[in-house]
């Protein structure tokens, strides 16, 4: 009986992810809308959505380059040291000719004193925070752009698993037909055993049959729910409804002559990361120039708590420079530089790889219609040997098994045709992404 091992293992192509179970719940679904769900609902897309709006927070805050820090504060402070102690008193304009005695001078009693104290720094020439800032800038450009490849590759996922509902759909009409075809075989034999013109084992082998297609009949329904609950899983649906296939031609048409595009989304984050490598490399190199920045204090003094009795200001610009920092910026340039060029490799990598992948993807879509073309022709032979071994069978110049046989070559070649529509579809869909273009 290896034939029916031969069917057993033909559904195992069907197999996909989670637990097969029965489900009620059944609606059409178009693919446009799957892909239009899963680029909206999906975690990964959601992910992708969050990780630009942190680069754009990101760069928000390179705005204090540009815009002074204010601070407002209120001490309270008490002492007997002698420095202190006349400091709180100069500071709070309340000096007497009596503060001048050596022995207050030298052993005072505790000077209180309150400030209030607002205070403003204000950057004004810092060329490696500008460069920074610029780097900030292109970190929200790299995110737009792997949020874009995180939704092309979405759109790939839903297709695929789209075309999985389509094959289990059609796994389902194959192993449907079969079964009206045994159970024909079956009503003939069983009425010729009746008659004593067979053997009861020919009748029974016909019952396997039947069990096993039924058995993989129900297997391949079960097939639907979980390529329906894989679909639901990409559109962050719920999970439990079976979906119909409403699209049945997309990807009909081979283009031969695609190919990768130079500026595909992946391809522009890798160069957008080179190019803020390169501007970080130029922050930390203008970190060596002097910065010039100004700052100021306005406060009031008191030796009561809530008063606001001295006030003074104080405001200036600094210039500094640092001349030597241990090579620590040497240093952190030379890592700059070998994380660059790691990244220029990398992009190098991932273009030979993509070009590689397109290669076999134009393979796969050329086996794949030779495929298609075999398994028609097939077809209409098993169909024909079939019709012929039935006749014959009525006659009785053959056996069940031949019969049966000729039932699983019929399935087989079914089977192998629907797989290979498959495979031709899931390799454009695939030839698209890889070929996809940044708009």
Do not use: C
């Amino acid at each position: 009986m290896g034939y029916l091992k031969h069917l057993v293992g033909l559904i195992g192509i069907l197999t996909f992810w989670g637990q097969s179970y029965a489900q009620t719940n059944t609606s059409p679904l178009a693919l446009a809308e799957a892909i239009s769900k899963a680029t909206q609902n999906n975690r990964a897309a959601t992910i992708a959505t969050l990780d630009e709006q942190v680069a754009a927070s990101n760069y928000k805050q390179t705005e204090a380059i540009y815009l002074p820090q204010v601070s407002l504060s209120y001490t309270a402070m008490s002492t007997n040291n002698p420095l202190n102690a006349f400091g709180f008193k100069l500071q709070q304009k309340s000096i007497s000719q009596a503060d001048f005695n050596p022995d207050l001078l030298n052993h005072p009693n505790g000077t209180p004193d309150f400030t209030t104290k607002l205070e403003v720094q204000q950057p004004l020439i810092n060329m490696d925070r500008w460069y920074m800032r610029k780097g900030a800038a292109i970190q929200v450009e790299i995110y737009q752009l792997k949020k874009t490849r995180t939704k092309e590759y979405l759109a790939f996922a839903v297709q695929k698993a789209y075309l999985q509902l389509q094959l289990a759909y059609n796994a389902v009409s194959v192993l449907e037909d079969a079964k009206k075809t045994i159970k024909a075989v079956y009503t003939f034999t069983d009425n010729h055993y009746k008659q004593g013109l067979v053997q009861k084992s020919d009748l029974l082998n016909v019952q396997v049959q039947i069990n096993t297609v039924e058995s993989n009949l129900t297997k391949a329904k079960s097939n639907i729910g979980n390529a329906s609950d894989y679909l639901s899983l990409l559109m962050g649906q719920s999970t439990g409804i079976i979906y119909t296939v409403t699209d049945n031609t997309f990807y009909t048409n081979t283009d031969s002559t695609a190919t990768i595009a130079a500026n595909r989304s992946d391809f522009m984050a890798m160069q957008k990361a080179i190019e803020a490598s390169n501007i970080m490399i130029q922050s930390s190199k203008k970190s060596e120039l002097p910065k010039l920045n100004a700052f100021g204090s306005y406060q009031l003094n008191d030796s009561r708590m809530l008063g606001f009795g001295a006030n003074a200001y104080l405001v200036g610009m600094q210039l500094s420079w640092d001349i030597f920092k241990g090579y620590r910026t040497k240093n952190t340039i030379t890592t700059q530089t070998l994380e660059r060029n790691k990244l220029s490799e990398q992009l190098s990598q991932q273009k030979e790889e993509s070009a590689l992948e397109l290669s076999k993807t134009k393979r796969d879509i050329a086996d794949a219609s030779d495929e298609i073309i075999t398994q028609k022709s097939g077809i209409s032979q098993a169909e024909e040997a079939l019709r012929i071994l039935q006749n014959r069978y009525e006659q009785g110049l053959v056996n069940t098994t031949d019969v049966l046989q000729a039932t699983t070559q019929l399935s087989q070649q079914k089977f192998g045709l629907a797989q290979a529509v498959f495979n031709k579809k899931v390799a454009l869909a695939y030839q698209q992404f890889l070929t996809a273009s940044n708009k």
